[in-house]
């Protein structure tokens, strides 16, 4: 009788702009000789983690490599995308040892788990681990808190009033199917601030799970893959705001893809999209842009007032050099005060 060995697969969820795409880069960059694939899934039509992640040059790195997802968050797309993405990985010739499924920063991963019962894929593979990556100064800021003072007034004044914080709700699903939290940018922190995101994330988990700090991503692989969780096998430990077949719905939030001209120097383009960031509602810019002159393409990120920018790649000769921005907000957000920002 032969035995089959399942395949595992760690999916890497978080909230807009956590770093997960800067960390599932550091594992393949770390993977030491183990074959790995990629499946990316993006919020909204426009790719960006997988061309970020394909331009990192190494060995396991490749087109081949890597699926990329951009139909919407995954949880909702899980038989017409997840899926077959999936099974394409597993028929190749030489299937990945392990697959690394890096969610959009708005989806829940408890029903891309559920996928994994599905009978056509069961036998064939397993969620070793479910790794929620956290931003750590965004917790200190408060972003995914509401005051509950503040909250009781408004219900002691307006019984009709019901609470639905959409942030709050996405990074609490992500934590309550989590089997480890990675609390990245900890040297954004001070001591005290550690502490608090430490609360904050426990208040949340229902269960015992083991938090780590991490700066840019960089964590060893033998943290996080072999977990071993088998989570698929494990849903009743993994509470969710949506019952089992109830849609997650993203009508609270909406993206944007913006051209953006040439820029004369990155700092001036990082100081047009910090400007952008200050539009009521923007959570998340990202993309890539031109400075005049330079041959490389510059990655911009904006997650709330911290804006990073670095040269990734030079620009191949074949490609137009069309700088965009892809802008993440809270449904109704002001896209045209945010592309005057960006227009300079």
């Given at each position: 009788?032969?035995?089959?060995?399942?395949?595992?697969?760690?999916?890497?969820?978080?909230?807009?702009?956590?770093?997960?795409?800067?960390?599932?880069?550091?594992?393949?960059?770390?993977?030491?000789?183990?074959?790995?694939?990629?499946?990316?899934?993006?919020?909204?039509?426009?790719?960006?983690?997988?061309?970020?992640?394909?331009?990192?040059?190494?060995?396991?790195?490749?087109?081949?490599?890597?699926?990329?997802?951009?139909?919407?968050?995954?949880?909702?797309?899980?038989?017409?995308?997840?899926?077959?993405?999936?099974?394409?990985?597993?028929?190749?010739?030489?299937?990945?040892?392990?697959?690394?499924?890096?969610?959009?920063?708005?989806?829940?991963?408890?029903?891309?788990?559920?996928?994994?019962?599905?009978?056509?894929?069961?036998?064939?593979?397993?969620?070793?681990?479910?790794?929620?990556?956290?931003?750590?100064?965004?917790?200190?800021?408060?972003?995914?808190?509401?005051?509950?003072?503040?909250?009781?007034?408004?219900?002691?004044?307006?019984?009709?009033?019901?609470?639905?914080?959409?942030?709050?709700?996405?990074?609490?699903?992500?934590?309550?199917?989590?089997?480890?939290?990675?609390?990245?940018?900890?040297?954004?922190?001070?001591?005290?601030?550690?502490?608090?995101?430490?609360?904050?994330?426990?208040?949340?988990?229902?269960?015992?799970?083991?938090?780590?700090?991490?700066?840019?991503?960089?964590?060893?692989?033998?943290?996080?893959?072999?977990?071993?969780?088998?989570?698929?096998?494990?849903?009743?430990?993994?509470?969710?705001?949506?019952?089992?077949?109830?849609?997650?719905?993203?009508?609270?939030?909406?993206?944007?893809?913006?051209?953006?001209?040439?820029?004369?120097?990155?700092?001036?383009?990082?100081?047009?999209?910090?400007?952008?960031?200050?539009?009521a509602g923007v959570l998340r810019i990202k993309g890539f842009a031109e400075v005049s002159g330079k041959p490389m393409r510059l990655v911009v990120q904006g997650v709330g007032t911290r804006i990073a920018h670095h040269y990734d790649r030079p620009w191949s000769r074949s490609e137009p050099r069309d700088g965009r921005l892809v802008v993440i907000g809270l449904k109704g957000f002001d896209r045209d005060a945010v592309a005057a920002a960006l227009g300079g």
């Amino acid at each position: 009788m032969t035995l089959v060995t399942k395949i595992p697969c760690t999916i890497v969820t978080g909230f807009l702009g956590a770093g997960k795409t800067t960390l599932v880069r550091h594992l393949v960059e770390n993977a030491g000789g183990r074959r790995l694939a990629i499946i990316v899934n993006e919020f909204g039509d426009i790719g960006f983690d997988g061309s970020f992640l394909a331009a990192c040059g190494i060995q396991g790195c490749g087109d081949e490599d890597i699926v990329e997802l951009a139909n919407g968050c995954i949880c909702c797309t899980v038989a017409d995308d997840f899926v077959p993405a999936l099974n394409k990985l597993l028929e190749r010739a030489d299937p990945p040892e392990h697959i690394l499924i890096e969610t959009s920063g708005l989806a829940l991963p408890k029903p891309l788990v559920q996928a994994f019962l599905w009978p056509a894929i069961r036998s064939r593979v397993t969620v070793d681990g479910v790794v929620a990556v956290v931003d750590g100064p965004a917790v200190a800021s408060g972003m995914f808190a509401d005051d509950p003072a503040a909250l009781a007034d408004q219900r002691a004044a307006d019984t009709s009033v019901d609470h639905d914080n959409p942030l709050e709700e996405v990074f609490e699903d992500q934590l309550l199917c989590a089997d480890l939290v990675v609390v990245n940018k900890a040297d954004l922190l001070d001591e005290a601030a550690r502490a608090s995101v430490r609360a904050t994330i426990e208040a949340h988990l229902p269960r015992a799970v083991k938090l780590v700090e991490t700066e840019h991503g960089r964590i060893d692989p033998r943290v996080l893959l072999g977990l071993g969780a088998a989570a698929e096998d494990d849903l009743d430990a993994r509470p969710s705001h949506h019952g089992e077949g109830e849609d997650h719905d993203h009508d609270d939030f909406d993206s944007v893809a913006i051209p953006v001209a040439a820029s004369a120097t990155a700092e001036d383009l990082a100081a047009r999209v910090a400007r952008a960031t200050e539009t009521a509602g923007v959570l998340r810019i990202k993309g890539f842009a031109e400075v005049s002159g330079k041959p490389m393409r510059l990655v911009v990120q904006g997650v709330g007032t911290r804006i990073a920018h670095h040269y990734d790649r030079p620009w191949s000769r074949s490609e137009p050099r069309d700088g965009r921005l892809v802008v993440i907000g809270l449904k109704g957000f002001d896209r045209d005060a945010v592309a005057a920002a960006l227009g300079g």
